[in-house]
């Protein structure tokens, strides 16, 4: 680009990112132990969630819930969701801040809230998911849970880049490391993780985007190169077809959506894993598949979504698109001014639940 790209992605944030962090000094840590789960057969330790799209059997109220695809159900419990939510946000407001001024104050503000959520005995979460995405009358928890976790994803790259910064303390590093080393054996080994790594759609996605981006917080070589090869004869053989698109995602009754949070984690894998030897940018399988074949599909319903020519989600279509991280990735590897003329024209900082919970990432500048 004729111009220095990252600067006009922080020319774009650094206003809003600094109100949003001025807020968030003020704000206190909240952890799951802060919300009891009366329906979890785990303690106040282990995270829970139910799954979004089970409601009540019309026919049988006290029986066990029934499935309908899309519709999120509103009175499921989604509090630790929502907890790791505000913090991660929080955590990814505070770093960006200090990324941009590397005044102190957001790292003390930052280590705050981490140190409540991975090493305070009275507040921090287990570092597992067996309780997540749990349904009423059928199940505990379920592998598919673990994409809740995908909120912790800007956490651990936060963590990376203080790390990197010279900005933590050793102790923190270690008890920080062993959080995050410790789930992410937990989610290569138990039945769940490998449930959910073997997922076929973005389920499986967002299993490799989060181990490699919590592999690569940890160090573990061997984790990233796995991921590295899960993306290039998993993920992208398997669920992109010719044309860029998503087969799986568009047979979903939010098929804008979905293919929208597939394209995202995907092309965080790539953010996250390329380098001089191996550019996952660049890597293509059956001549044509590859992550910008992707970005090109489904960009023209980015600008105009109005010739969308699948069906329209059954819930939350006006709340799309917003500034995906596709584009700003694909942008910078690819010097499309278009991209990320359209990236920049677009809502930063939503606040609508579910756009919120389907955007793993929310802190641009933690990546770039």
């Known amino acids: 680009m004729p111009y220095d790209s990252k600067k006009y992605v922080e020319e774009i944030l650094k206003d809003d990112i600094l109100e949003q962090a001025a807020m968030n000094l003020q704000e206190s840590p909240v952890t799951i132990t802060s919300f009891i789960a009366e329906r979890s057969v785990g303690d106040c330790h282990d995270f829970y969630s139910e799954g979004d799209y089970w409601w009540p059997n019309p026919l049988d109220l006290e029986g066990p819930y029934v499935r309908r695809d899309g519709q999120t159900n509103p009175e499921n419990f989604v509090a630790h969701r929502q907890a790791m939510i505000r913090f991660s946000s929080i955590v990814g407001n505070l770093t960006s801040a200090y990324l941009l001024t590397k005044d ?69 590093i270690e008890d920080t490391k062993k959080w995050f080393s410790d789930y992410l054996k937990w989610m290569s080994n138990h039945p769940y993780g490998k449930d959910e790594m073997n997922a076929d ?26 991921c590295r090869n899960r993306f290039k004869n998993i993920l992208l053989p398997n669920q992109m077809s010719e044309n860029g698109s998503f087969p799986r995602e568009l047979a979903r009754t939010k098929p804008y959506g979905y293919s929208l949070f597939n394209l995202d984690a995907m092309a965080t894998i790539c953010q996250t894993l390329s380098n001089e030897t191996d550019n996952l940018w660049s890597y293509t399988i059956d001549g044509v598949k590859n992550i910008n074949k992707g970005i090109d599909f489904i960009y023209p319903y980015i600008v105009n979504k109005d010739n969308w020519p699948f069906a329209r989600d059954v819930m939350y279509w006006e709340e799309w698109p917003v500034a995906h991280p596709f584009l700003i990735f694909g942008a910078l590897q690819t010097n499309n001014k278009d991209w990320i003329t359209t990236w920049g024209n677009l809502e930063h900082f939503p606040t609508t639940d579910e756009v919120v919970r389907n955007l793993p990432v929310r802190n641009p500048l933690l990546w770039i």
Request: proline share 1%.
């Open 104 to 172: 102190n104050r957001y790292v003390e503000n930052v280590m705050e809230h981490v140190r409540a959520w991975f090493v305070n005995e009275q507040t921090f979460m287990r570092p597992k998911l067996q309780y997540a995405q749990a349904i009423k009358g059928i199940t505990t928890g379920r592998g598919i849970g673990i994409i809740d976790t995908v909120h912790l994803m800007e956490v651990a790259q936060s963590l990376y880049r203080l790390e990197i910064a010279g900005a933590l303390s050793k102790k923190d």
């Open 201 to 226: 759609n973005n389920h499986g996605t967002c299993w490799v985007m989060q181990a490699a981006v919590f592999a690569r917080y940890v160090g573990d070589g061997d984790m990233m190169n796995f």
